[in-house]
């Protein structure tokens, strides 16, 4: 990827999105209602606590510089002062306690529903999704809720309730001073909501650049072996370097914004106050209100902005929450894959498999299959040749169950494959990809994934049937050998022969290969065929190949010619058109 695309989006949609977004973080809100009533309930406990403050501040001073009094007389005023003080700070720190612990439960309870999701999807309904952004999804896309929980909510709260409270309290003092704040109030959030608009257009684009990004970094890093090998890494570095540095660019534009917006909600609650200061400064000068009445409505004024200008800071923490659940509802709103919910109980022993007309295509109508019909006998090995695209791959998703057919059916002894037990199914099958699939671990814990219960004995006769009993001779530790990720540390065709062990070992009676000689030297080839000859001994076999010397193995050959069935041939026949068309 040298190039990150920016994401087209008309007003009307980016709306929508936002707006079923901001529904389903309300719907998460619903959940935890208890602690919204205390947070709601401190909400108020604050406002009276920095009411009452400032009366009392109010009135220290009028009796300290109108009435003449002593500073011993004002003493019982501060030392309550000091506990309005810690009672307000208490309530403020239950308050952030509170909102952490109620999005730490949303984060949990979103996770869970993530992984339980992604599980019941399955490959099949995952299809078309990156690894990378699912990823970022469940990880960082969950850590951006916790903002606006903390964040946004309670501001919310505290802004929706204690100017309301503050105006109603202060009106009685100071009609005058209320309609300024009253009128000058709108213009905070007016101005948050005119500037939060552009900002959260850049930041939902944002989302979906580092969504790309860490698809790209996991491209390269599983790719990262093969760069070494053609001399490519230090120019996929250069290029992770200057999108890195374009990533921190954006963000850097996306802050200028956030502060343009801090900037302009101090600007009209520093106007307000000070008209409000105007006011009260005029008022006792003509003697028309007192040094405790006018300085109380001049220290309720900042008070009164104060939740507004929190509430605009904290807007860019609805963004960050709006942009994650963005990608998160429409996930968990995926509708699983249909026609994985059967019940019958396939017989034991090798199936037999019969495509009836089946046909399969990606998005956009490109690729797949169109009208295969194709017969696998019980216990016989098939070859599936032809050129790439042609539809192979594909027809093997679909036996193992990664797809399920658009028209037609699979037949696995007479029985529609979507009525079948979906564990029962699996329990059957073994499926040896082109790249096998090895985790961080020791060879005995990848070894046994398909039959975890599986003792010394039968893990040796798997083995000896894959022909891998001296790769494990040849490891330091034998069987607890731990292997890095992806099998690091054992060659492509080592992690072959153990893969081929691990089908073995799981007593499969149906064995779908893909390329299992592709990219292998002869001698690795030959102990790979050799292998072969023993794990598919009575075992359906179906085989993707190119190479003639395992085209040679099978007992047929079905041809695949854009996305159709074109023969079902002898290898030898198969072979000799081939050398005749060369």
């Known amino acids: 990827m040298t190039e990150l695309p920016e994401d087209g989006d008309d007003g009307d949609s980016s709306t929508r999105r936002d707006n079923s977004a901001e529904q389903w973080l309300f719907a998460e809100a619903r959940k935890i209602r208890r602690p919204l009533f205390y947070i709601l309930g401190l909400s108020v406990a604050i406002g009276l606590l920095v009411v009452a403050q400032a009366y009392q501040l109010a009135s220290a001073c009028q009796r300290v510089v109108m009435q003449g009094e002593g500073v011993s007389s004002v003493l019982p005023l501060a030392g309550l002062l000091v506990l309005l003080a810690a009672g307000r700070a208490l309530c403020t720190y239950l308050l952030e306690t509170t909102s952490a612990r109620a999005a730490a439960s949303v984060k949990r309870s979103v996770r869970s ?18 690894t990378g952004p699912l990823i970022e999804t469940v990880t960082r896309g969950v850590d951006e809720l916790e903002p606006y929980f903390t964040r946004f909510l309670p501001q919310l709260f505290l802004a929706a309730l204690l100017p309301s409270m503050f ?12 309609l300024v704040l009253l009128f000058s109030a709108p213009c905070i959030p007016l ?20 969504s790309r990004m860490a698809g790209h970094l996991l491209d390269l890093v599983q790719g990262l072996p093969d760069l070494i090998i053609f001399g490519a890494a230090k120019k996929e570095a250069t290029v992770v370097a200057r999108v890195s540095e374009e990533y921190r660019v954006a963000t850097m534009a996306v802050l200028r914004v956030a502060f343009l917006s801090a900037f302009t909600l101090e600007f009209f609650a520093t106007v307000g106050t000070a008209v409000v200061a105007v006011i009260i400064g005029f008022r006792l000068l003509w003697g028309v209100v007192t040094l405790r009445e006018g300085l109380f409505v001049l220290l309720m004024a900042p008070e009164f902005y104060l939740p507004l200008r929190n509430l605009g800071l904290s807007y860019h923490a609805r963004m960050q929450g709006v942009a994650a659940a963005e990608r998160i509802a429409p996930l968990l709103a995926k509708p699983l894959p249909e026609g994985f919910a059967g019940t019958l109980i ?3 022993g090798p199936p037999a498999i019969i495509f009836e007309g089946v046909s399969f295509r990606y998005g956009a109508n490109r690729g797949g299959i169109s009208d295969v019909d194709l017969e696998l006998p019980a216990g016989s090995i098939t070859a599936l040749a032809g050129e790439s695209g042609a539809g192979k791959s594909t027809l093997a998703r679909l036996l193992v169950g990664l797809a399920r057919p658009e028209s037609g059916r699979i037949l696995v002894n007479g029985q529609d494959l979507k009525m079948l037990e979906p564990d029962c199914w699996r329990s059957m099958l073994a499926w040896v990809p082109q790249a096998p699939f090895f985790t961080s671990g020791t060879v005995r814990e990848n070894l046994c994934l398909g039959r975890p219960d599986a003792d010394e004995g039968q893990i040796c006769m798997a083995l000896e049937a894959a022909v891998a009993g001296e790769i494990i001779g040849c490891l330091p530790h034998g069987l607890d050998t731990v292997l890095g990720d992806r099998g690091a540390g054992l060659s492509g065709g080592e ?13 499969a009676t149906l064995l779908v290969l893909d390329e299992p000689t592709a990219g292998l030297d002869p001698e690795n080839e030959r102990l790979v065929l050799a292998a072969l000859e023993r794990v598919t001994r009575d075992r359906t ?32 026949v198969f072979l000799s058109s081939c050398e005749v068309a060369a």
């Open 541 to 572: 076999v179906l085989i993707i190949s190119h190479r003639e010397q395992t085209l040679a193995c099978a007992e047929r050959v079905a041809e695949m010619v854009a996305g159709r069935l074109e023969r079902v041939v002898s290898p030898t």
């Open 495 to 507: 992690l072959k022969r153990l893969a081929l062990a691990r089908a073995y070992l799981c007593q």
């Open 167 to 178: 105006l109603v309290i202060l009106v009685p003092f100071e009609w005058r001073s209320g």
């Open 346 to 348: 396939p017989p034991a």
């Open 113 to 130: 529903q993530l992984y339980r999701k992604l599980q019941s999807l399955g490959p099949a309904g995952l299809a078309g999704n990156e």
């Open 191 to 210: 101005f948050m909501i005119l500037i939060g608009r552009g900002s959260e257009s850049l930041h939902r684009r944002q989302w979906g650049r580092l």
